[in-house]
């Protein structure tokens, strides 16, 4: 019998002890979102990211659209939702967390990366790094589950949520170039450090992944399901323009799908000026581009 005592007591010990850690996991993980440098996944969970029209895609679209641009020059409440990095399997999931938490919006700009939108590319993933801090919500920490980056023992335990950065006082500095606006775009008035050449890049469609292409057909199918209208958006580069490319799309997309291509005849955008490196545009760029992206808007019938 007093065996049996002791066994329970160390048994109810372990659990208290188990309790106040995972107490103390939870207490760590929601003070950084005070810390947040980057608030969009918090707003978007928390049912704050209610807009007329959303900007998805990677880097391209973060430092080369300028969502507070297309509000002013509209009136309808913009957001950009691109992220450092971001392909495909990120703009779906992203997508969908939009819908599952907040009201759809009327339309969304999903920017193309030429020639790699449909690569196997070192920079180009499902960035999770982001939902790290977020990963007390249940419905990040399912995805990090899914892609094996945490494990199933985390559904039940905010311990084995945790990261060796919930335990630093302070978080990591963003550097400036990737710096969040409130807009959620990312322009920057930075140059590269690297020299600037004008560059050549081939697309080449042997390379594209069937799965990609299946990530598009399927991030437009829930534009269809929600009534959004759905343009791919594609930015200029500091190179060749792959026309074999913007066709390749153009084949995988449905008539309901519009394509708004920069204008590749305006010499504006052989400026080294409007380019921070051979992808991404500079803030002159960024807002010379989305003018064009506005007046592409209005053709449409879309806003002011």
């Not at 919930?166 to 590269?192: K, M």
Request: charged share 20%; hydrophobic share 40%; net charge negative.
């Amino acid at each position: 019998m007093a065996a049996m005592q002791k066994f329970l007591l160390k048994i109810s010990l372990f659990l208290v002890l188990l309790f106040a850690a995972d107490k103390g996991a939870y207490f760590l993980m929601v003070r950084f979102e005070d810390q947040l440098q980057d608030p969009r996944l918090l707003q978007i969970i928390q049912g704050e990211m209610e807009r007329d029209l959303l900007v998805f895609g990677s880097s391209k679209g973060a430092k080369g659209i300028s969502a507070r641009q297309i509000a002013d020059s509209t009136q309808l409440t913009t957001h950009n939702l691109s992220y450092n990095g971001g392909d495909l399997s990120w703009q779906v999931f992203l997508l969908k967390t939009v819908l599952k938490f907040n009201a759809a919006p009327q339309t969304i700009l999903l920017t193309m990366d030429d020639p790699i939108e449909f690569y196997d590319h070192e920079n180009y993933h499902f960035p999770s790094y982001n939902l790290y801090p977020l990963a007390h919500y249940n419905h990040y920490n399912n995805a990090l589950i899914s892609i094996e980056e945490h494990s199933p023992i985390s559904r039940y335990f905010l311990t084995a949520r945790l990261k060796a950065g919930h335990f630093n006082s302070e978080l990591d500095p963003v550097a400036a170039i990737d710096s969040v606006r409130p807009d959620g775009s990312q322009l920057t008035q930075l140059y590269s450090p690297q020299k600037l050449w004008y560059g050549y890049f081939k697309y080449e469609p042997e390379c594209d992944l069937e799965y990609k292409e299946g990530l598009l057909a399927e991030f437009e199918q829930i534009c269809r399901d929600h009534h959004i209208q759905l343009i791919l958006i594609y930015p200029p580069n500091f190179r060749n323009y792959n026309f074999a490319f913007w066709e390749r799309i153009h084949e995988l997309t449905g008539p309901q799908v519009l394509h708004h291509h920069y204008n590749v005849d305006d010499p504006k955008y052989g400026e080294p000026d409007f380019y921070y490196d051979a992808d991404h545009l500079r803030r002159p760029g960024a807002e010379y581009f989305t003018a064009e992206v506005i007046e592409f808007l209005r053709e449409k019938g879309m806003g002011k």
